[in-house]
Nanobody, 118 residues
Framework: VQLQASGGGLVQAGDSLRLSCKTLNGLFSEQNLAWARQAPGKGREFVAAIKWNSVTAYTDSVKGRFTVSRDNAEKTVYLQMNSLKPEDTAVYYC?????????????WGQGTLVTVSS
């Protein structure tokens, strides 16, 4: 499974950013997908997930600020991030291959760096 995340960058606190992740193989419409992040010096942390039927789940720290969505025609999953905080600074990864809903996935692509300045 190949996953390509993009859309990261340097923003200020309070700004918004949208991450994209395109899958390059597999039947996208049947895939369950997730976003995770890894801050400097920390382990990977679950952020959000979306099932094949668009059911979603979020970690508590991003609820109300982040929205995960999917476009089956474009084979792309998105993470809309609003009201960004410095603690959201991390490398963000998209994943697939659900083992246990909502935060246990098998495959992760290369990440995209999000830096939020205060």
């Amino acid at each position: 499974v190949q996953l390509q995340a993009s859309g990261g960058g340097l923003v200020q606190a309070g700004d918004s950013l949208r991450l994209s992740c395109k899958t390059l193989n597999g039947l996208f419409s049947e895939q369950n997908l997730a976003w995770a992040r890894q801050a400097p010096g920390k382990g990977r942390e679950f952020v959000a997930a979306i099932k094949w039927n668009s059911v979603t789940a979020y970690t508590d720290s991003v609820k109300g600020r982040f929205t995960v969505s999917r476009d089956n025609a474009e084979k792309t999953v998105y993470l809309q991030m609003n009201s960004l905080k410095p603690e959201d600074t991390a490398v963000y990864y998209c994943g697939t291959g659900l083992r246990r809903w909502p935060d246990d996935f098998d495959y992760w692509g290369q990440g995209t760096l999000v830096t939020v300045s205060s």
